[in-house]
């Protein structure tokens, strides 16, 4: 007779299109079965898009609407679908989901596990952690960053002690060109076969810091004059991003394409892949472009330099430096044998270091850990 499966429930604020999000649909993915049953809530009280996906494929979303304020009322309310599902273990992703997670879980039997996959920016102290992370991480079977950057963060300004805290990266099922799809969208978006394509897909936040990303663009075009600059994504920085590149002169050089649901394709169309952000933990864009082979250009911050290898997988600049950026750009363009060096050298360190297969065996590692204290 079999054992019985493992069943883990997710908590985080919702599964609509992003990074966190991902990353658990890419976890439950690779691990359901017989072994292994997921569930998730969402705080926020929707579902999303990707979680959607994960309905359709069976797995159980609970939305439940979190109130303003310390919500009592949440707790008692994931405290029931905790022992009505009898689940083993309780996965808060982010630090509010996890503290109502956590304060959930208590007297219930599950044990704990918490994910933080990123920090804000600027990064602050709060009072408040200096009282309770402490206790609470004690009592926290696994406390997971993903990156390093992130793990000092969570000692140095969340007060949990270090060698409690355990590095798993993010990890994707690597992406593949669509030839006939990609000369759609190049058609679409007016872009020619002659042109080099250097863009970026992500949400248009100041934390991304775009604006520096098209004061680069604007230098990189007096040496590659047939460059476009294309921007998948959007977000509240969008109208003021399309005014810059209006007083830039650069509206028949920059594409703005708005939200794309399954944006795969169009990062496939670019020859180098940018990413401009003050901070970040791992970007899961940063991997599906290394996993197309894919050289990028990105700011020295976060986890970011934990996936590009400076000079060997693409080029790290220091945050904010659009000249710096704008160079780098121009070397890899300029430098076709650089080019496919870093291309062939980031394929081989995303198959090696962030494929999904890897990241699902280090949290089922951690899941069974955590069983057997």
Not at 14 to 40: F, P
Not at 60 to 68: A, D, S
Not at 189 to 203: C, E, F, P, Y
Not at 266 to 273: E, K, P, Q, S
Request: proline share 4%.
């Amino acid at each position: 007779m079999n054992p019985s499966p493992l069943k883990v429930l997710h908590i985080t604020f919702n599964m609509a299109i992003g990074g966190t999000e991902q990353v658990i649909r890419q976890l439950i993915t690779a691990t359901s079965g017989d072994e292994v049953q997921h569930a998730i809530v969402c705080i926020d009280g929707y579902v999303g898009e990707i979680g959607k996906l994960l309905e359709a494929q069976g797995v159980t979303v609970y939305p439940v609407q979190r109130q303003p304020g310390f919500d009592r009322a949440l707790i008692h309310s994931i405290r029931n679908i905790v022992r009505d599902g009898q689940f083993d273990i309780v996965h808060g992703h982010q630090y509010t989901p996890y503290l109502y997670g956590w304060l959930a879980a208590r007297i219930t039997g599950a044990r704990v596990v918490f994910t933080e996959h990123g920090r804000f920016h600027p990064d602050r102290y709060r009072y408040k952690a200096v009282l309770i992370n402490p206790l609470i991480s004690l009592m926290t079977r696994a406390v997971i960053a993903i990156s390093g950057a992130t793990a000092r963060a969570l000692s140095r300004y969340e007060f949990i002690p270090a060698r409690k805290i355990r590095v798993i990266y993010n990890g994707i099922a690597g992406l593949h060109r669509e030839p006939r799809e990609m000369a759609r969208i190049r058609s679409n978006l007016d872009i020619s076969d002659k042109a080099m394509v250097v863009g970026t897909v992500s949400r248009l936040d100041p934390v991304k810091n775009q604006a520096m990303m098209i004061r680069a663009f604007q230098r990189f075009r007096d040496q590659m004059p047939e460059a476009i600059l294309l921007m998948v994504g959007d977000g509240p920085e969008r109208g003021s991003l399309e005014k810059l590149v209006a007083d830039c002169g650069l509206t028949n050089w920059v594409r703005f394409t708005g939200f794309i649901e399954q944006p795969q394709q169009y990062l496939a169309l670019m020859d180098i892949f940018l990413l401009s952000s003050f901070t970040e933990g791992t970007s899961m864009t940063l991997l599906e472009a290394m996993s197309l082979g894919i050289p990028s250009v990105a700011t020295r911050v976060g986890g970011n330099p934990e996936i590009v290898v400076d000079g060997e997988t693409g080029f790290l600049v220091d945050s904010d430096d659009a000249e710096g950026f704008a160079e780098a750009m121009a070397r890899l363009a300029k430098e076709p044998e650089t080019w496919k060096r870093f291309s062939e050298a980031g394929i081989s360190r995303f198959r090696e270091g962030f494929s999904v297969s890897r990241m699902a065996d280090e949290y089922l590692a951690v899941y069974q850990h955590c069983m057997g204290e």
